[in-house]
């Protein structure tokens, strides 16, 4: 058991393994009643095991463990370091040095990963995952070799590869390649056949264009000299110089990719408009790059209307991307395709302002070898999320950070107390701390005094918040525009007529209906992050507040609606009965 304990700590190398975590992999549930005090009995022997003559290398955190370990003392990240230089070399055309590198990261491994000790579901998780990424160097070395025209030499290596992985299209398509490189045409067409008859037999799926295409080319005589070139997607949009803070949000992203085991990871990132979900998200997918060398895919999921982008569209660009040619017109036909081509890779996809499970679930990918991240406003029932990660709001010290990026760290140095009031009034939204900046930058001569001051004006506050397409008005109409007709009644009658907090029954009240009914649309700002939940009663009641910038939008619109809309109701709004 300490062997498990000491693996465990191992895996999250410099990273606090909560207790709970511990025991879920040392004993599963029940967890037995004395379990706390045995966990501490192992890390005690750990402990006093390990202790080097700079101290303890196991330390206690609060609720968990900590094992310290230096960049060097990790085989497992030299191995990373080695897999990480091999692709910039195959990046850089360096086939030679890359094949050495490669071959280099796979001589630290002395066998199955943890196969001399009984593992729990944590780490059965992150076993699946090593293997996998051994699994991807070994072929990217192969890749590699065959690009220095090693066909003969790595023939035997492949037929192996073959028989222990029967449906891995890429081996399979290496030693076709190597196969008729080296005179053996029949070998290689045999080799398609008998990968084309087990896929129809197990899966009722064909292989993969690039396969077929390979197929003819062999048929032909057409096949070139080196490995086939494969052009992995790279479409996560460009990565933000103005990222600040959410470390514990990456390590949790970070954490759930890590132990996905045998399903694929999906993330589901949750957020108030302009909190910065896209910026998260994007900027997280490019740290992740490395892990996931067949690509990235990306699809922003409304159009510029503010409509959902149906799935069996997302999936044509997904599928054209990948190289297919003839993509089928029905969308379960796309969805196999897709996933097919994805078990054959390892790709991130990420998914951008989800509306709903029935777009979501056809793009999401079948294989533990890919990941998800997934962006939405409110939570997306039924989707199988190992993690979610609701975006909280920066800190000052943060949006000061992204206002110094912007602006220069000089005017901030000069007006630090403004600096500081500024990013309160911007209640920790990356999107007004950004807007805010641009203000500034865009007024020559201003001080953030001065922007400070017209920012403590609620009337103009949210114009001073927008400059060009930095504008969170925007931000927060393409928001409410998705709500429920009843959600928005709320948010318009009560938003202009409270500045604190408010319970339930105050709701109900303004609405002019009961509790139970006003629960609804109340539950919708909710789960919108338009309103939160700031506290309890003794009774256990809630109280709501609004956050005061989405107060402010709330009476614009109320305002707008009283002028503008000759109609009955309160505001200008249609009466909706309860």
Not at 342 to 368: H, I, W
């Amino acid at each position: 058991m300490s062997r498990r304990l000491l693996a465990l700590l191992l895996l999250h190398a410099n990273r606090v393994v909560p207790a709970k975590a511990i025991e879920n992999e040392l004993w599963g549930w029940p967890v037995p009643p004395r379990s706390r005090k045995t966990m501490q009995t192992h890390v005690y022997h750990l402990r006093k095991a390990l202790t080097t003559v700079d101290g303890p290398v196991i330390e206690t955190r609060p609720n968990g463990y900590l094992i310290k370990l230096q960049p060097h003392e990790f085989d497992l990240w030299r191995f990373e370091e080695l897999e990480r230089e091999g692709r910039c070399a195959v990046r850089a055309g360096e086939h030679s040095r890359a094949a050495a590198l490669f071959r280099s990261a796979l001589d630290l491994w002395r066998g199955p990963v943890l196969s001399d000790s009984e593992v729990g579901p944590t780490l059965a998780r992150q076993i699946a995952r090593l293997n996998d990424r051994r699994l991807e160097v070994l072929e990217s070395r192969i890749e590699a070799e065959l690009m220095l025209g090693m066909h003969r030499q790595l023939l035997s290596e492949l037929l192996q590869l073959v028989d222990e992985h029967p449906l891995h299209e890429n081996f399979t398509a290496m030693f076709m390649a190597a196969a008729h490189r080296s005179n053996r045409r029949g070998e290689a067409l045999e080799m398609y056949r008998r990968l084309r008859d087990r896929m129809v037999a197990e899966l009722g799926l064909e292989p993969s264009e690039r396969l077929r295409e390979l197929q003819i080319e062999i048929l032909n005589g057409t096949v070139g000299g080196g490995a086939e070139p494969r052009v992995a997607p790279a479409q996560l949009p460009p990565d933000t110089p103005f990222f600040v803070g959410r470390e514990e949000e990456i390590g949790s992203l970070r954490d759930a990719i890590d132990s996905s085991g045998t399903f694929p990871p999906v993330v589901s990132i949750l957020g108030a408009p302009g909190i910065g979900k896209t910026a998260l998200a994007v900027h997280a997918g490019h740290a992740l790059a490395e892990r996931f060398p067949g690509g990235s895919l990306f699809a922003e999921l409304h159009d510029h209307n503010g409509n959902p982008v149906p799935a069996t569209q997302v999936l044509e660009s997904f599928l054209g991307s990948l190289g297919v040619v003839d993509i089928p017109t029905s969308l379960a036909e796309r969805v196999r395709l897709f996933r097919s081509l994805a078990s054959t890779k390892r790709v991130l996809v990420l998914l951008d302002d989800a509306a709903d499970l029935t777009q979501v679930q056809p793009l999401l990918p079948g294989s533990p070898h890919c990941a998800a991240l997934v962006t939405a406003q409110s939570r997306i029932p039924g989707l199988p999320a190992l993690e979610t990660v609701e975006l909280s709001r920066l800190s000052t010290e943060d949006s000061v950070e992204l206002l110094g990026r912007i602006v220069g760290w000089q005017r901030i140095g000069a007006e630090r107390e403004a600096a500081d009031r500024v990013a309160e009034l911007c209640e920790g939204l990356p999107l007004a701390v950004h807007g805010a900046a641009e203000r500034l930058v865009s007024r020559v001569g201003w001080r953030l005094a001065k922007l400070a001051l017209r920012l403590e004006n609620e009337e103009s506050r949210l114009s001073e918040l927008g400059v060009g397409t930095v504008d969170l008005r925007k931000r927060l109409d393409t928001g409410v525009n998705r709500l429920t007709a009843r959600a928005r009644q709320a948010l318009v009658t009560i938003g202009p007529r409270v500045d604190g907090p408010f319970d339930l029954a105050t709701a109900a009240r303004m609405l002019g209906m009961d509790e139970l009914s006003a629960e609804i649309p109340i539950g919708v700002l909710v789960s919108s992050h338009l309103l939160r939940v700031v506290g309890t009663k003794p009774c256990g009641a809630a109280w709501f507040a609004f956050p005061d910038l989405v107060r402010l939008y709330a009476t614009e619109l109320a305002r707008t609606a009283h002028e503008s809309v000759d109609c009955q109701g309160t505001l200008g709004c249609p009466v909706l009965v309860a």
